[in-house]
């Protein structure tokens, strides 16, 4: 009877411990009352159960995409998602977040700004503006969130930060979490080292936290039952090649003493364009190399990027033609959408571009066509994905070619299973020993 009741409790304590990191509820950040401070809000009912974070990282500028898998275990309920934006000053409001869309199952919701008093999220402290969205999931379903945003670098300092503790605001583990840097418009793994006059105490890379896998142009961290306990921060260092050695135009808008000039195209920054008066030629670009380059991907913020709610007021490429110093063109479709678009380019080597704006979405204004941002890329990324695959679950995962590793919790749960396990088959064979010297059945 002993020996039963012994194994019993070991039984016990075992189930426990393995129930200890099991728990993944969210807590959603309650943000509808401008001027109070940040509230949560628990729900025992929901958990997230995976997260990728993709960050396409540009020399002036990040595109962040962010999907969350959430699965609802009790009754159907709404809850708020936020991320936060630190406009505290003009440098951050220039710099900061914007184009901040969120998507429900492949569904655009509304998205509003909320701001908050007295607050210390992350590294930033004071007054926090906000942008939040609502989810609702119904009573033991799963609904995929996507968040998608730029950030505007500051050209001072050159550092990315990724806040992943207030973007997932709720409370409790992460099932699987993955984040992903892209490196790219000529980023390379030496834009990310420390310089030699920082010494070998500061370490390799500037980036945080440690823990990731760095390739050529990506880094990687991937993570099982994880609690996000810091910010992805990334500081840029030295120049980026840039493919691009001058941008022609067919014409250029001048309006009040401000030049639409097609230099605006390539300088890294969505928040500047080029633009152009519509007229009866077709308007084109050009894009000199200073010698022969392979082109396997085309990229374009069609439109003005600063405008985001006025997107649509002006004109902006539907049907392109890209014609290559081969004299090949190749042609592309562009969606109506304020991105940056990705596009692969059947692989040619040329001495230029030549981008002829063949149709455009006609705005409100339709004598004026912008462009945002225009790049080139020898290798082609292949890494977007549109809400069609939102819709059906992350099936991003294969694509990213990540495996996630435990948290430190997990292996410390892990290695005291075992000898749990270990002690237990120790304590029978003890015991059955025992009960043979004794001359008695076990």
Do not use: C
């Not at 840039?242 to 928040?271: F, H, I, Q, T, W």
């Amino acid at each position: 009877m002993r020996l039963g009741r012994f194994i019993g409790v070991l039984i016990s304590a075992v189930l426990l411990v393995l129930t200890i990191p099991a728990a993944a509820n969210a807590g959603s950040g309650y943000l509808g009352t401008p001027g109070f401070p940040l509230k949560y809000q628990d729900s025992s009912d929901i958990t997230l159960e995976k997260q990728i974070t993709q960050v396409w990282l540009h020399s002036g500028f990040a595109e962040v995409e962010e999907v969350y898998q959430f699965y609802n275990n009790g009754e159907a309920q709404e809850f708020a998602m936020g991320l936060p934006d630190d406009a505290s000053d003009k440098t951050a409001i220039l710099y900061g977040v914007y184009n901040f869309k969120g998507y429900v199952n492949g569904n655009e919701v509304d998205v509003r700004t909320v701001h908050t008093n007295d607050q210390e999220v992350g590294g930033l402290k004071g007054d926090i503006d906000w942008y939040v969205h609502n989810v609702f999931i119904p009573e033991n379903q799963r609904r995929i969130v996507v968040d998608r945003y730029w950030i505007r670098l500051d050209p001072l300092r050159r550092k990315l930060v990724i806040p992943l503790r207030p973007a997932t605001s709720w409370k409790g583990n992460i099932g699987e979490a993955y984040y992903i840097v892209h490196l790219m418009g000529g980023l390379s793994e030496q834009n990310i080292i420390y310089p030699k006059t920082y010494g070998e105490y500061a370490g390799k890379y500037s980036v945080q936290p440690v823990g990731f896998t760095a390739g050529k142009d990506e880094l990687k961290w991937a993570f099982k039952n994880y609690k996000p306990g810091q910010d992805i921060e990334v500081e840029l260092f030295g120049k980026n090649e840039n493919m691009v050695s001058e941008v022609k135009a067919s014409g250029s808008l001048n309006e009040n003493g401000k030049e639409y000039s097609p230099n605006l195209v390539n300088d890294k920054d969505p928040a500047t364009a080029w633009a152009v008066l519509n007229s009866d030629m077709r308007e084109w670009l050009t894009f000199s190399f200073n010698d022969k380059r392979w082109v396997r991907e085309f990229r374009i913020i069609p439109g003005y990027g600063s405008l985001e709610n006025m997107y649509k007021f002006y004109n902006r490429p539907s049907e392109i033609t890209l014609r290559f110093s081969d004299g090949s063109s190749q042609h592309f479709s562009l969606q109506d959408s304020l991105d940056m678009q990705y596009f692969a380019v059947k692989p040619v080597q040329t001495k230029y571009v030549k981008l002829e704006i063949d149709d455009a979405y006609k705005g409100i204004y339709s004598n004026v066509t912008y462009i945002s941002e225009v790049e080139f890329g020898e290798l082609a990324s292949g890494l977007k994905f549109g809400p069609a695959k939102w819709k059906i679950g992350l099936d991003q995962l294969e694509a990213l070619n990540v495996k996630p590793r435990y948290s430190i919790t997990d292996t410390i749960t892990i290695v005291a299973t075992i000898l749990v396990f270990l002690f237990i088959a120790w304590q029978v064979i003890v015991a059955i020993r025992g009960r043979a010297v004794k001359g008695r059945p076990f």
